[in-house]
């Protein structure tokens, strides 16, 4: 490698490239204008979500999904002609980690939009950083239903593109009460994670079940923290306690983790499980033993909805990536195809132009319950995508027959439940 020369240039030399900057500052470019027209054009988009530890299938199902959406997207001409650019930051589950990295994938990064794919945990953490930062923000995974619902959480810019909580409960909670007056299923316990999903999810669960089952007795709650290794006290608490039927809202590893501890004591056999998380992919393939007949809200298995459409969604899926969409995947998918229905409407990718058009927006899509899906207008959240509950078997379809509810009487009960929170 050649020295650096140590020769000054001439002062002549140092006017004419001061002139040539000048001009390029005066005509409003750099001296590549061609490079920074190709840079303008890409729109970041920017992902906290969990890569690491007990429960990365979230994060990587929520990415993959979203890229295998991104390429189609860009294969059309992106956002109003602007390609998306996903930037992907791991948050490894912990929520004060997920609000640092979406700041920094804002003010460091240059994303123009926050695509929140953390589990609840860190979901408040992100809507925090968006309320500060005034960035459209679209949550994918979280189900707290009071992320949306409590109007005193709601942010122009924030909307939430999954499942919730209080459709699940309001769904599972009237399937479970039919089961519980058919065989007199009186005594009941509940086991969830101890934190503001679970939580709510199983006091929402409970009260359907108690409305349309009247006899219906809770007479033991298991809360195990989230991520925890161990289920020995909770299982020898549930088995001491001998309820006729257990509801739990865990999912991912720690679905699996309790149903291959559980197993082990039979719980399966002395009581009725309902596990709302249970008919995803990243459950059903991973229990060692997965015990017959436990009820589940559907979380996404290529059978339901009964569709050509779901079922090539799903496949073209495992082609791609070698396994089967989860529940966080196809919501992190429809995330991609809502944005760019916006963009076209707007025809606009100006995060402010996309927030309006995502208000009361309408998609296809082959996980909706009719074959579309709607960012609900008054609290920014979808509706109409497919849901139902069903019983499980231990191979293919694991879940054979799916009972679903009409969505004009999940809206009846969601009215209620919001008229009595004070959300109305």
């Known amino acids: 490698m050649s020295k650096p020369s140590s020769s000054k240039p001439s002062s002549s030399s140092i006017n004419r490239r001061g002139f040539l900057a000048a001009g390029a500052v005066a005509a409003g470019t750099v001296s590549m204008p061609w490079v920074a027209g190709a840079q303008a054009k890409t729109i970041k988009v920017g992902m906290p979500t969990i890569l690491s530890g007990r429960v990365a299938q979230l994060g990587t199902s929520s990415r993959n999904a979203a890229q295998m959406e991104v390429e189609k997207v860009n294969a059309a001409g992106g956002l109003a002609g602007r390609p998306i650019e996903l930037v992907i930051r791991d948050s490894k589950g912990q929520p004060q980690e997920a609000a640092r990295v979406a700041r920094e994938l804002v003010n460091s990064d240059g994303c123009e939009i926050l695509i929140d794919a953390e589990a609840s945990t860190g979901a408040f ?17 979280s189900e707290t239903s009071s992320l949306t619902a409590d109007p005193k959480l709601r942010l122009p810019n924030a909307f939430r593109c999954a499942r919730q909580g209080i459709h699940d409960s309001a769904v599972g909670g009237t399937y479970a009460a039919e089961i519980a007056n058919a065989r007199n299923l009186t005594r009941w316990a509940t086991c969830s994670p101890d934190y503001a999903y679970g939580r709510d999810t199983t006091a929402e669960f409970v009260m359907y079940l108690k409305r349309f089952a009247p006899k219906v007795e809770v007479i033991s709650e298991g809360w195990p923290k989230i991520f925890q290794p161990d289920y020995t006290e909770t299982i020898t608490k549930l088995l001491q306690a001998k309820p006729q039927a257990l509801y739990s809202c865990l999912w991912g590893g720690d679905l699996t983790s309790f149903i291959d501890q559980a197993s082990i004591y039979a719980l399966f056999s002395q009581m009725q499980f309902y596990a709302v998380n249970m008919a995803d992919y990243t459950a059903l393939t991973v229990v060692k033993n997965l015990p017959a007949g436990i009820h589940s809200g559907n979380r996404y298995v290529k059978t339901f909805p009964a569709t050509p459409q779901n079922a090539a969604w799903g496949d073209a899926y495992r082609a791609k990536y070698g396994e089967y969409p989860t529940n966080w995947a196809w919501q992190n998918g429809v995330v991609i195809n809502f944005l760019a229905a916006a963009a076209k409407k707007a025809d606009s990718a100006d995060g402010k132009k996309l927030a309006d058009a995502l ?13 579309t899906i709607t960012m609900r207008a008054e609290d920014q959240t979808i ?20 009972k679903s509810t009409p969505w004009q009487r999940i809206f009846e009960l969601e009215a209620e439940w919001k008229k009595e929170k004070g959300f109305a």
Do not use: F, Q
């Open 383 to 402: 509706v109409g995508y497919a849901i139902g509950w069903g019983t499980t078997i231990a191979k293919e379809p694991y879940v054979p027959e799916m």
């Open 125 to 141: 953490a992100v809507h925090e950083v968006a309320r500060d930062l005034g960035v459209l923000c679209i949550h994918t995974n």
């Open 359 to 371: 208000r009361g927006l309408k998609i296809d899509s082959p996980l909706g319950a009719d074959g």
